[in-house]
């Protein structure tokens, strides 16, 4: 079982700061929107692409260090904590795109397109539907 819950801790550090960055921004980037001429739908999709992008550069480190101890061949042997692992990876590659952030454009393609659809469609619809009194 303790194979199961291997590299766990940092999705679940990462997911608090993971929500608020995502909605917080997505406000930020909404108002900011409201100074174009954007029609409303069109806002929310874009607003959400930003979101899921500034999101993904906060997540992909956490991202990189919970795949890192997922793949590790020693699992019940040499396992390390998340916190040793993510010094292991920053002293062989660093924090750029061959260490923490290695796969930050994956990361990045997949929480722009997933966020813009989501906001995108949940305000559209939302707006649609009428209200339940």
Do not use: D
């Not at 921004?25 to 029609?39: C, D, N, R, V």
């Amino acid at each position: 079982l303790l194979g199961f819950y291997k590299g766990i801790f940092p999705p679940i550090l990462a997911e608090t700061p993971k929500r608020a960055v995502k909605f917080f921004t997505f406000e930020q980037y909404k108002k900011l929107l409201g100074y174009a001429s954007l029609p409303p739908g069109l806002a929310f999709a874009v607003a959400g692409l930003g979101s899921g992008l500034t999101e993904a550069v906060v997540v992909n480190p956490f991202e990189v260090v919970k795949v890192t101890l997922q793949t590790n061949q020693n699992a019940f042997t040499e396992q390390p904590s998340s916190f040793v692992q993510a010094r292991q990876i920053i002293k062989t590659g660093g924090l750029g795109f061959q260490g923490l952030n290695k796969g930050l454009t994956a990361t990045l393609g997949r929480h722009g397109v997933f966020n813009m659809v989501y906001f995108g469609f949940y305000f559209n619809v939302k707006n649609i539907l009428p209200v339940n009194k």
